[in-house]
């Protein structure tokens, strides 16, 4: 397995979880700096044409792209342990959850929006982290609505871990990183403070990975 991968990237975060979760270890990771533009090179290009990490090779290929179809992957090829519940509804529901942060919030705030509002647009650093903040916000306040639901447990949806968890972890971070403090969202806090009890979630965190800093 190959997995391309950037320390901060929120993403790569989410099928690093799962990897752990599910006990593999990739064979290779190669380092795509987005700090640096590497992920539109034509070498990455070639691997995922949308120019954003994560992206997983397992065998022969081919590269398999967006972190929540990579950790549905992984966990249709390793069910042990499952991060989808058994019936519709509760996987409808962890999905759902997953989605606010991956599909309406994140993609928001990442590099190319923020570049692109920066040079197309001349958005200053103080409003790219104003914008970074609303749309962190707007996410966070949908989620913590939605865990007040009796189906949320010591994790989001009941007392296991799922993809759900792996979303909100890799929020939790994302705020982290845009100054956004988790203590106006006590049921998210609670919940991401219980995963990284978790050392398949400790040990995938962005600051832990080769090349981050002590802090951001
Ligand atoms: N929806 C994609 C998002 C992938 C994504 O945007 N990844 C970011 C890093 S977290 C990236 O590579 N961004 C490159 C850029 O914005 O130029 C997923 O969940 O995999």
């Not at 993403?11 to 599910?22: D, G, S």
């Not at 403090?181 to 919940?191: M, Q």
Request: hydrophobic share 40%; with cysteine; aromatic share 8%.
């Amino acid at each position: 397995m190959k997995l391309f991968s950037f320390w901060r990237s929120l993403a790569t975060y989410r099928v690093r979880i799962a990897l752990n979760l599910k006990g593999l270890t990739p064979d290779e990771v190669i380092d795509v700096n987005l700090m640096q533009g590497q992920q539109r090179e034509d070498a990455y290009r070639n691997v995922n044409p949308m120019m954003a990490i994560p992206a997983l090779i397992d065998g022969e290929g081919p590269a398999l792209f967006e972190s929540l179809a990579i950790v549905e992957y992984l966990d249709e090829t390793h069910p042990n342990p499952p991060l989808l519940p058994k019936d519709p509804k509760g996987r409808a529901r962890v999905r759902g959850l997953s989605q606010i942060v991956a599909c309406d919030s994140h993609p928001l705030i990442v590099p190319r929006v923020r570049e692109y509002l920066a040079h197309e647009f001349k958005v200053d650093e103080a409003g790219i982290t104003k914008w970074a903040q609303h749309w962190h916000r707007a996410a966070l306040t949908a989620l913590e609505a939605h865990l007040q639901d009796r189906a949320t447990g010591r994790y989001c949806h009941g007392d296991s871990i799922t993809m759900a968890d792996i979303c909100l972890a890799s929020q939790g971070a994302g705020a982290n990183f845009f100054k956004i403090d988790l203590a106006g969202y006590p049921t998210v806090k609670r919940i991401v403070d219980s995963c990284m009890q978790h050392d398949a979630f400790a040990r995938a965190h962005p600051l832990k990975q080769p090349g981050a800093p002590a802090a951001v």
